[in-house]
């Protein structure tokens, strides 16, 4: 292989640092990732303006999103990682266009707050997944003291 020339490594810094850019406006945005192992093979992220944007949505008990393979939760909260988790993880095994169908058929049919509480929809088998975790922890340390 040849010299390169400085042009060619003009354009190569010029295009690794639009890169770059394009990676942190998306951080700025999404927020950035951690590392919550459930499920699901989805990507949990706080922070950025989607974070900021679901803090004003807090006191409607919404602290967290799910959208494709990202969950998005306001504080990192373990409870609603794993309510999320569980989305990615129906998406997963139902196909992303069949599960926002069947959720926002949901929400249409029983109300975004209600589907939480009714049997057989996608917002209480998360609920419950959440529980059977919640459960889990109390005993836990119960049985430690």
Do not use: C
């Not at 020339?5 to 850019?21: C, D, F, Q």
């Not at 919550?36 to 919404?62: C, D, T, Y």
């Amino acid at each position: 292989m040849g010299k390169i020339s400085k042009n060619n490594k003009k354009a190569a810094y010029h295009y690794i640092n639009h890169w770059n850019g394009v990676f942190d406006s998306f951080f700025l945005i999404a927020g950035s990732p951690y590392v919550f192992h459930g499920k699901s093979n989805g990507v949990f992220r706080k922070g950025g303006l989607v974070g900021w944007i679901m803090k004003g949505m807090e006191k409607h008990n919404e602290d967290g999103l799910t959208l494709g393979r990202h969950a998005f939760v306001v504080n990192g909260n373990l409870l609603t990682s794993v309510h999320e988790d569980y989305h990615m993880y129906q998406i997963e095994d139902m196909g992303w266009g069949h599960f926002y169908y069947r959720i926002l058929g949901e929400y249409l049919k029983f109300g975004f707050n209600e589907s939480y509480g009714k049997e057989g929809t996608l917002e209480y088998s998360a609920s419950m997944e959440e529980k059977k975790i919640r459960d889990i922890i109390i005993k836990m340390i119960l049985h430690a003291y």
